[in-house]
């Protein structure tokens, strides 16, 4: 019964900035690593950004300088500053998440429906 919330995409200019948010709710015994991916059409899954619950991040190389990671464990949220926008940019991006729930207590990824991030002129 968990489940991860995303907001904040849609449709900016190219060097343009948008930040992408998710917040994740439910039985939740522990949240550990947390992380964006995206996704274009005909394109597989990449990974964007992550985050430990230590705070290490990690980056796609596309990515390095432009976008940042962050979270707020007590909202249980993380985020994604964007900017200087490319139209390569342009995906769905997933929050993803490892979480641990009350019930089994076993780490276990989860997924939100994704939000479109658009950059076009």
């Known amino acids: 019964q968990v489940q991860l919330v995303e907001s904040g995409g849609g449709l900016v200019q190219p060097g343009g900035s948008l930040r992408l948010s998710c917040a994740a709710s439910?039985?939740?015994?522990?949240?550990?690593?947390m992380g964006w991916y995206r996704q274009a059409p005909g394109k597989q899954r990449d990974l964007v950004a992550a985050?430990?619950?230590?705070?290490?991040?990690n980056y796609a190389d596309s990515v390095k300088g432009r976008f940042t990671i962050s979270r707020d464990n007590a909202k249980n949220t993380v985020y994604l500053q964007m900017n200087s926008l490319k139209p390569e940019d342009t995906a769905v991006y997933f929050c993803?998440?490892?979480?641990?729930?009350?019930?089994?207590?076993?780490?276990?990824?989860?997924w939100g429906q994704g939000t479109q991030v658009t950059v076009s002129s």
């Open positions: 985050i430990t619950s230590g705070g290490s991040t």
């Open positions: 439910g039985s939740i015994f522990r949240i550990n690593d």
């Open positions: 993803n998440a490892v979480i641990t729930t009350d019930w089994q207590r076993q780490p276990y990824n989860y």
